[in-house]
Each structure stands twice: as C-alpha cells, then as structure tokens.
C-alpha cells in the first residue's frame, strides 16, 4: 500500500513538474507571490435590478506582480490546485477580504460578500472551521457571506459536500452553486443538497440578443429555481436587452460588465459608495 501511495506521490509530483516547466511556473513563485501579498482580491458589484443599486460583491483574486502587471485567475488557479496551494491561497485571500470590506459590511447590513471555493475545500473537512476563525467577530457577519462551489467539474463526493453544506448553513453563511448550465448536476440534485443561489451562466446570457426575444432555456432555470426556493444571480451581463430581459423574468440580481468589471478594492469602495442602497 505504502509503495502505490508513494508511486502514486511521485507521479503526481513528475507531472507537477512537467506542468510547472511548461507553463514557466514554478510552485514557489505563486507561493512566494502569497506569502508576498501579491495575490489580491478584485470585487465585482453584484447589481439588484430593478433600483439599479449595489447588493454586495464576488471576490475574484488577480496576481498583482511588482511591476504592476495583473494576471488573471486562468493563468494559475488550475496549478495551485494541482500544487495544494488553492487552500492556503483562499484563506489568505479570505483575510485581506474581511480586513478590505468590514467597513461597508458595518455600515451597510445586507451587503453580500461572495467567495470563490475550490473543489479541495470540501475534501478538506476544515473549511468551516477557517470561515470561523477568519470572520468570527469581525465586521462581516455570518449571513453577509455567501460561498461559490463551480459545477464544472463533478463533486465526486457528494455526501461529503452535503455534510459541509449543513455545516455552513448551520453557521448562518449561504452556499451559491456557480455556473449553472454548463455543469454536471441538475437543479433537483441542487435542491438536495440545500444550494441557496444559483449563478446562471454567461454562455445562457449571452443568449438573450433582443430583450423581447424569448430564451426558453434561462426561463426554465429561472422558473424551476424559483419553484425550489433558490436564488437567482445573472452572470456576465454585457447588454442593456439582457438586464432588460432577465428584469422582465424577475432575476432581480446581476453582474458583468454592463454595470463594472471586477475592480480593485479603492475603485470598488467608490462605486459603493455612489451605489450603496439609500
Ligand atoms: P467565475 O467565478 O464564473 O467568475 C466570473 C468571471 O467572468 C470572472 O473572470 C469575471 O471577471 C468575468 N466576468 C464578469 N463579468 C463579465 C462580463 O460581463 N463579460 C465577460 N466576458 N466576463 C465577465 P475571472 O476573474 O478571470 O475569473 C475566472 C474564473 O476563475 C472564475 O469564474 C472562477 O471560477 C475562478 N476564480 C477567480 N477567482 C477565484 C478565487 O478566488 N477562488 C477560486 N476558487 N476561483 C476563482
Ligand atoms: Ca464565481
Ligand atoms: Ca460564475
Ligand atoms: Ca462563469
């Protein structure tokens, strides 16, 4: 047994390698770029609808280099996962997140802070206890936060998202499955697992060209969550016919680029500010 797992060490650690020379990223870089503080959370209003006013935000991180060059999540998230760095990656994030927004969480009581996870955060049983000690008396409350889990990869262990999900819920934050549409499971299966909030995707919205034009697709999704309890969240909204048509289904929240691409924090905490409900 011992002998597969330490085969089993090697050859993840040979391809580890082999993927770090081909994309000229080694292991220490993203993790000397953590411990540097270079890995920054970017925010993206989240837009209620029909008042036109800010809701909260989704953390999206960006690699902010010395040199003032930022590069996107797609560069590296997927070899931080394959280095076990997406954890402590997260969790370092989750700390400038609470240190950036516990003023506007005090002063504005449902704004929402939404967070990305990796797949490895519910193999990892100590998620929860991380939210605890990172955001337990802290300016953000419990039901402030809302977690993101991706469909497009398959949850392999599905009891086990369920038992963190349960936990989550049991501690007041809102569990959002991101990407719906493009994925592996099935609204009924979200219900299940007592998923609060969907997030349509971006390749649905991009379906809506003419705010009179029916997309049978998202009025499915958006029907069969409201029936289920389950909020809703637009993504990737680009189009005053798209904000038209999802309004006209009664989607109330959104995100994209109509409204504001994710934004550093000072940027962010000015258009809070002329956006924050009144
Ligand atoms: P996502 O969670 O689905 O995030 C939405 C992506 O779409 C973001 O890309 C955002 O910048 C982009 N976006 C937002 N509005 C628009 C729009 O109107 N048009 C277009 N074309 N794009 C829009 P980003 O920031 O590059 O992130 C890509 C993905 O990387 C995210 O997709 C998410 O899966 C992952 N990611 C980002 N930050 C984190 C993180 O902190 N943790 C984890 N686990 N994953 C992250
Ligand atoms: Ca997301
Ligand atoms: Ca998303
Ligand atoms: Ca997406």
């Known amino acids: 047994f011992t002998v597969i797992a330490c085969l089993i060490g090697a050859i993840t650690l040979a391809l580890a ?35 036109g006013r800010l809701t909260g935000c989704e953390v999206l991180i960006r690699w902010v280099k010395r040199n003032g060059e930022v590069i996107p999540p ?39 802070v939404s967070i990305n996870l990796f797949e490895g955060h519910f193999r990892d049983g100590s998620i929860v206890d991380d939210i605890q000690s990172i955001f337990e008396g802290s300016g953000i409350s419990y ?4 977690f993101e889990i991706t469909e497009r990869r398959p949850l392999d262990d599905r009891a086990a998202v369920n038992r963190i999900v349960s936990a ?5 934050v ?8 493009t994925g592996h499971s099935n609204l009924a299966y ?9 997030k349509i995707d971006k390749i649905f919205v991009d379906m809506i060209k003419d705010a009179n034009v029916p997309v049978p697709v998202i009025d499915g999704l958006v029907s069969m969550a409201r029936d289920m309890g389950i909020e809703i969240i637009a ?16 989607v109330t929240l959104a995100q994209g680029y109509l409204f504001s691409p994710p934004l550093k924090l000072d940027s962010f905490l000015t258009l809070a500010n002329a956006l924050k409900p009144q």
């Open 17 to 51: 390698i082999q993927y770090a020379r081909r994309s000229k990223m080694p292991a220490y870089d993203i993790e000397r770029a953590i411990v540097a503080g270079e890995m920054k959370p970017y925010y993206q209003p989240v837009i209620n609808l029909r008042t």
């Open 190 to 198: 979200l219900h299940t697992l007592g998923i609060d909030i969907i």
């Open 168 to 172: 989550m819920h049991a501690l007041g």
């Open 143 to 146: 039901e402030q936060l809302v």
């Open 235 to 250: 993504e990737g909204v680009e189009t005053q016919d798209q904000a038209l048509y999802l309004r006209s289904k009664n």
């Open 174 to 181: 809102r569990v959002a499955m991101d990407d719906v549409g």
């Open 74 to 112: 797609g560069a590296f998230i997927d070899y931080a996962e394959m280095t076990n760095l997406a954890i402590p990656m997260t969790l370092n994030l989750m700390e400038q997140v609470r240190d950036d927004l516990e003023g506007i969480c005090r002063e504005v009581r449902d704004f929402k």
